[in-house]
């Protein structure tokens, strides 16, 4: 299993840019990167996912080097919402089971 | 069309009780997975079914738990004899095909007196 390695927390402002890179050395060929947000209470919810280069959607871009052993989350301009753990998962077929292995996640606070 | 659903969404068990979890995937998902968080850490995966199948249970203790999606109703996770220890948030969630994107439910949060 790949196993990901991301900064424990974060902390930025309401408006600004957040960039969380996620570690992942050991991904393999078939294998995608996913990322999800959980709310305090909640279940974890998918973000963005993506293979190479840059994913983009209406939340979140993904920027993927060439080598593909890290990815960035780029958050744009966030608010207090956004206070939330970010999970960076490493999935494919080489997954035992194919099983999802969460890490422990980036703490991300928004202050005013 | 609904949500991942599960419930109780709070339980409350004396140890030595046991404890029946229930989630309900999204219509249309055959693949359910269980996670467990304990405060402050991130998900530990427990089981991975499929209708009427276990397809990994690598992560779920070998005694006292179980785990099964039958082919009418909802994914159980069934824990015996609960203890302390076995306190924390249980998630499931499921996707419609293997190494799809995973929809989660809002959890169960077991408390053990």
């Known amino acids: 299993l790949a196993k990901t390695t991301q900064p424990i927390s974060m902390d930025s402002y309401e408006g600004q840019e957040v960039n969380i890179t996620c570690s992942h050395n050991?991904?393999?060929?078939?294998?995608?990167i996913t990322w999800y947000q959980q709310f305090p209470s909640q279940g974890p919810r998918f973000i963005i996912q993506g293979y190479k280069t840059k994913v983009t959607n209406e939340v979140a871009s993904l920027f993927i080097p060439a080598d593909r052993k890290s990815s960035t989350l780029s958050l744009p301009r966030v608010s207090l919402s956004d206070t939330a753990v970010y999970y960076c998962l490493v999935e494919g077929d080489g997954n035992a089971g194919n099983m999802l292995t969460f890490g422990g996640g980036t703490r991300l606070m928004v202050k005013p | 069309n609904a949500g991942v659903m599960q419930n109780p969404r709070h339980l409350v068990r004396r140890r030595g009780q046991e404890a029946r979890l229930r989630c309900s995937p999204m219509?249309?998902?055959?693949?359910v997975y269980w996670y467990r968080q304990l405060p402050e850490e991130g998900l530990k995966f427990m089981v991975y079914l499929q209708k009427e199948n276990i397809i990994d249970e690598s992560g779920m203790p070998k005694e006292r738990f179980s785990a099964e999606f039958p082919k009418e109703g909802p994914s159980i996770l069934r824990i015996q004899q609960v203890v302390r220890g076995d306190s924390a948030a249980y998630f499931c969630?499921?996707?419609?095909?293997?190494?799809?994107?995973?929809?989660f439910g809002s959890g169960t949060q077991l408390s053990v007196l």
């Open positions: 050991n991904i393999a060929t078939n294998d995608y």
């Open positions: 219509k249309g998902h055959s693949h």
């Open positions: 969630a499921s996707s419609p095909r293997v190494n799809e994107k995973l929809f």
